[in-house]
């Protein structure tokens, strides 16, 4: 298990069926009930996954909403990506091409980096109080 | 008077290694493609279908005994067809069909899908006066030849001096697929739904471009677009769309609200609720993906799987011949004389 800052990276298992996802489900469940949980699974290495380990995924995505966090997919192989659109899941989730984007795209708006004192929208629109003095 | 001679056989590894172009060339290839039923009807009983029409004075029929099963299908009791050498029972029946003085026989290893006509091959080869005319297009050679019975050597095996002919090529005019790989195999659906070629649905036509065969069941609410094709005892529960080229084949079952795009799903299969199948090829358990090239064995039998009660064929489909000769296994022909 990788962590980058508060986005936990997951490796999703080879076998992703019945035991497998369960035993998954027992590793993954205590990092889904903190405070807004911001998970990444990687699913470069699943070859096969069952509708267990579909579910396993969708209570994934819905533990982490109900707790304000996040869950995305991320570096689907060609299996993962044929098994979830067959089972018209594959737009629940939020899909990344590789786990580092994935991780960003949880800080493209960077809340936390803005100084404080500046308000929220300086960092979209600039200094309105500038623009304001030159027109 | 002519003859005939089909046979099917699984390639040599020398030769399916020639292939360059099969994407699954890592995986073993299931099944034998001429033997698929395909909007109705097999290749390989489409050419059997076609030679007997064509009244040809011998037919004989021989099929690999481990591609049998393949073929259930293609002709009726094609068990009594099967051998474990079929060049071997060739090469019997064309010496059978020189005892009997004839003088060309049309030798057709089922695999490609060839539209030409057997009596423009017959007489081209009759006119070049040689012992083999084998037909082409233009990415190469085919497996159909027209011989003169008299090439038969104890000496030498068939198939070498078949493959080892040159020229005269009989150019085929007509529209051919090589059936080389499951991607082919689509295209010939396609072709065949969008009228590019004489690969026609066996069943009735509907609606412009929707083909459905005997005992086809959509339900309620179920969109059916052209051009699709649902086939005998098929079942479309409701909800479901069928579209862009896809064929339900016999006995297939697709449940309530699954879609299906550009996708095959082979006889006797059955497609869960709620499924999204596209640029697909389903048959029983396993999914074979054309846009990613991934075949995968699907274990959970809600999503997909092979229909038990895979019931046989209706009453009143083609039977061969009833004159066709089975007293040896290896050897069968007709003689409508």
Same mark, same amino acid.
């Given at each position: 298990m990788l962590t980058s800052g508060p986005v936990i990276v997951m490796q999703v298992p080879e076998q992703f069926t019945g035991g497998e996802a369960h035993n998954f489900m027992q590793e993954v469940g205590p990092l889904l009930e903190s405070n807004r949980p911001r998970v990444v699974l990687e699913c470069s290495q699943v070859r096969s996954m069952d509708s267990a380990g579909v579910e396993t995924l969708l209570h994934c995505l819905e533990e982490a909403l109900k707790r304000d966090g996040d869950l995305k997919l991320a570096a689907l192989s060609p299996e993962a990506e044929v098994i979830l659109e067959l089972l018209r899941v594959a737009r629940v989730f939020e899909i990344?091409?590789?786990?580092?984007?994935a991780v960003r795209s949880f800080n493209a708006i960077p809340v936390d980096a803005l100084p404080q004192e500046s308000p929220w929208y300086s960092g979209v629109f600039g200094d309105l109080g500038a623009l304001k003095e030159a027109s | 008077m002519p003859g005939a001679i089909v046979i099917a056989g699984r390639e040599s590894r020398e030769e399916s290694s020639t292939r360059s172009n099969f994407p699954l060339s890592t995986k073993p290839r299931r099944r034998f493609l001429a033997g698929v039923e395909l909007l109705g009807q097999s290749v390989f009983g489409r050419l059997v279908q076609k030679l007997e029409d064509a009244a040809f004075d011998h037919l004989s029929i021989f099929v690999e005994s481990s591609l049998a099963p393949d073929f259930d299908d293609a002709v009726s009791d094609v068990d009594g067809y099967a051998t474990t050498d079929v060049w071997r029972g060739a090469e019997r029946s064309l010496i059978e069909a020189r005892e009997a003085g004839i003088d060309c026989v049309l030798l057709v290893r089922a695999g490609a899908y060839v539209e030409f006509d057997p009596s423009d091959l017959i007489q081209l080869h009759r006119e070049s006066g040689n012992f083999i005319t084998r037909a082409c297009d233009e990415h190469g050679p085919l497996d159909l030849w027209a011989i003169h019975p008299d090439i038969v050597d104890e000496s030498r095996i068939l198939s070498a001096t078949l493959y080892g002919a040159g020229e005269p090529y009989y150019r085929v005019p007509g529209y /051919?697929?090589? *059936?080389?790989?499951?991607?082919?195999?689509?295209?010939?659906v396609?072709?065949?739904?969008?009228?590019?070629?004489?690969?026609? %649905?066996?069943?009735f036509e509907v609606r412009p471009g929707v083909w459905m065969a005997h005992g086809a069941d959509v339900g309620r609410g179920a969109r059916v677009v052209a051009p699709a094709f649902v086939g005998s005892d098929a079942k479309v529960s409701e909800q479901c769309l069928i579209t862009r080229c896809s064929n339900i084949e016999r006995n297939c079952k697709i449940d309530y609200g699954t879609v299906v795009e550009d996708s095959s799903v082979l006889t006797g299969t059955y497609m869960g609720i709620g499924l999204d199948l596209c640029h697909s090829i389903a048959d029983g358990n396993c999914l074979l993906n054309l846009?990613?090239? $991934? +075949? *995968?064995?699907?274990?959970? %039998? $809600? /999503? +997909?799987?092979q229909m038990r009660n895979n019931k046989p064929r209706a009453e009143g489909y083609r039977q061969l011949p009833s004159n066709f000769r089975r007293g040896e296994a290896v050897l069968s022909v007709a003689d409508n004389s």
């Open positions: 990344y091409p590789t786990s580092e984007e | /051919v697929n090589r *059936l080389q790989n499951l991607r082919d195999l689509r295209l010939l396609a072709d065949g739904l969008s009228s590019r070629c004489g690969f026609r %649905p066996r069943g846009n990613r090239e $991934v +075949m *995968l064995q699907i274990e959970d %039998p $809600v /999503v +997909m799987r």
